[in-house]
């Protein structure tokens, strides 16, 4: 990985991608951002983030839908990803298992900080 930590963030709330973006930008990342998990698809596979980090309800294509996407290239498939949820489902927590998802975050019981943490954590193991 040259230079910046390249992660985007995946999630149709403005307030959540803004907290999360002035915070990994701060922690030097570069930052990308997507609406959804159809604009998420597209930007991934065009900038090829380090780190993608993607809610689960969203417009046009939701989080379980671009990661099973993302799944089928092989060289996308090796992008950690995590995601976050305001509901504390098992069954979410359950299917990210299923997909290979390395962290799942309960937003709101996560800190932004631990957030960035977690994500630097996943960026060191990749190495």
């Known amino acids: 990985m040259q230079g910046k930590p390249?992660?985007?963030?995946?999630?149709?709330?403005?307030?959540k991608r803004a907290t999360y973006s002035d915070k990994?930008?701060?922690?030097?990342?570069?930052?990308?951002?997507?609406l959804d998990g159809q604009k998420g698809l597209e930007a991934i596979k065009e900038k090829k983030p380090d780190l993608i980090f993607t809610g689960i309800d969203m417009p046009m294509m939701d989080g379980w839908t671009m990661i099973r996407e993302l799944k089928k290239d092989p060289e996308l498939a090796k992008i950690p990803i995590m995601i976050s949820s305001h509901m504390n489902r098992q069954k979410d927590q359950i299917m990210a298992k299923e997909l290979g998802v390395q962290e799942f975050i309960y937003y709101g019981f996560v800190t932004v900080n631990e957030v960035v943490q977690k994500a630097q954590a996943l960026l060191a193991n990749k190495k």
């Open 6 to 15: 390249k992660i985007i963030l995946v999630d149709d709330s403005d307030q």
């Open 24 to 34: 990994f930008r701060a922690e030097g990342f570069e930052v990308l951002e997507a």
